[in-house]
């Protein structure tokens, strides 16, 4: 099944394959940087979690060394109206 094709129309069907190749390239690169970026992103959002993570932490040992030792907190005390 082999079609004979002139020269202009091969030239043409290259033309067509060069430009789907050229924008194909253009897209592959777009979504690279698009992924570079979001790599960034997350790399970013990780290390903000575990700082949260670690002053989440220590305020819960702060929390709970405040309660074994005792100490009333103002903020924890009752009004005397109630």
């Known amino acids: 099944m082999t079609q004979d094709f002139s020269p202009a129309e091969l ?3 290259l033309e067509t394959l ?7 390239e ?5 979504l690279d ?6 790599e960034q992103r ?3 959002l990780e290390q903000i979690s575990a700082l949260m ?4 932490r220590e305020q819960h040992q702060a929390f709970q060394a405040d309660n074994t030792q005792g ?3 103002p903020e924890d005390e009752i009004p005397p109206h109630y």
């Open 42 to 44: 997350l790399a970013k």
């Open 11 to 13: 030239t043409q069907r």
């Open 53 to 56: 993570r670690e002053r989440l």
């Open 26 to 30: 253009h897209w592959l690169d777009t």
């Open 18 to 24: 060069e430009s789907r190749l050229a924008y194909q």
């Open 33 to 38: 940087q698009a992924v570079a970026q979001q």
């Open 71 to 73: 100490t009333a907190r």
